[in-house]
């Protein structure tokens, strides 16, 4: 694979020092410019300010670079030939060199390839409503179920499935804790409704788990820190079921399916919310980007020196936390 680490991500990492990755199609697609730019190099900062490196990923005329210099970036947020990339379109946007920005699952399989243990996104993609019909699902939950990454986010998109989407995950073996919350976020809420199996309450906490990962080997797959967006800055629970409610009736009506439908649910929420979903949403990945650097710096502080710097590290010392050591139970299983 064509792949370029920076030299600052790859000295942090031999060097055992704490790192996060961060997605790139927020920037491209997610955002209005110039403001994608701004909201960039802030959640940047704020990985800094949380005592981490930043690792912004993307993929730059047909090279997967981990770490993107303010040039890479501004391209990033200001081309508007970028396409957005899935891992499924990794391959040929390397064998053709295009330049693209990557969704969670090339996010996180890059950032796993490259050995970066936690990464900060906004919200997963999931299970679609009407999936019996449709059956569309996001290329996320399977990817997810392959790679070793922590992935910090505000939940699921709601106007998905949470239900189902959390069903899937359970099926596909990927660990889901909710953070100093016993229910599942609702990506512009601070709560869907759904109880969560496992709730930590620190960072130390997160980290003990992700290195009981390591110690337990076997099948690998992720671990989602289901982050909630605090309630003072969430969308307005009623506002948001009523335009959510209008955008599904509106998609059904234009005869919007398929692929079509999150974008043009995402559009239409953030137009008739009059902007405050995307605040919201804002809001959300901040706090993950804080909470994610935390996280990795507890993570590094009980590893070795390179320990991170590949798929096939060793598990880092230190041992197994008893029960309830800062881990408890959530509202109910599943």
């Avoid at 697609?29 to 730019?37: A, D, E, F, M, S």
């Avoid at 957005?84 to 996180?108: E, I, M, Q, Y």
């Avoid at 499935?161 to 660990?175: I, S």
């Avoid at 809001?283 to 590949?310: E, K």
Wanted: aromatic share 4%.
């Amino acid at each position: 694979m064509s792949t370029q680490v920076s030299e600052e991500v790859r000295e942090a990492l031999h060097e055992g020092r704490p790192v996060v990755a961060l997605e790139s199609t927020i920037i491209a697609h997610g955002l209005p410019r110039p403001r994608n730019l701004a909201v960039a190099l802030e959640l940047e900062e704020l990985v800094r300010a949380g005592g981490a490196v930043p690792a912004t990923i993307a993929v730059v005329d047909g090279t997967a670079r981990v770490g993107l210099d303010r040039a890479a970036l501004t391209r990033i947020a200001e081309d508007p030939a970028v396409r957005k990339l899935g891992h499924r379109d990794l391959a040929p946007a390397l064998a053709t060199g295009v330049t693209g920005a990557t969704t969670v699952s090339a996010t996180a399989w890059l950032a796993d390839a490259a050995g970066i243990r936690v990464f900060a996104t906004g919200g997963l993609g999931g299970v679609h409503r009407e999936w019996t019909d449709t059956q569309d699902e996001s290329a996320d939950l399977r990817l997810l179920a392959r790679v070793g990454t922590t992935v910090v986010c505000a939940g699921v998109k709601s106007i998905l499935d949470v239900p189902a989407t959390l069903q899937r995950l359970e099926t596909l073996g990927v660990t889901v804790v909710g953070y100093g919350t016993e229910h599942f976020p609702g990506f512009y809420l601070a709560s869907s409704g759904e109880p969560v199996d496992w709730t930590l309450r620190s960072p130390g906490a997160v980290a003990a788990v992700i290195r009981a990962q390591d110690r337990l080997g076997g099948p690998r797959a992720a671990l989602i820190v289901a982050n909630p967006v605090p309630v003072a800055e969430q969308l307005d629970p009623a506002l948001h079921d009523r335009v959510l409610a209008g955008g599904l009736a509106a998609a059904k009506e234009k005869g919007i399916t398929g692929q079509a439908v999150t974008p043009f649910l995402l559009e239409y929420v953030t137009v008739h919310t009059e902007g405050a979903s995307l605040e919201a949403n804002l809001a959300a990945v901040r706090g993950n980007v804080r909470l994610a650097a935390s996280i990795a710096g507890a993570y590094g502080a009980g590893a070795d020196p390179g320990a991170g710097a590949g798929r096939d590290a060793a598990p880092a010392p230190g041992s197994v936390p008893a029960p309830g050591s800062g881990a408890a139970p959530g509202a109910g299983g599943r």
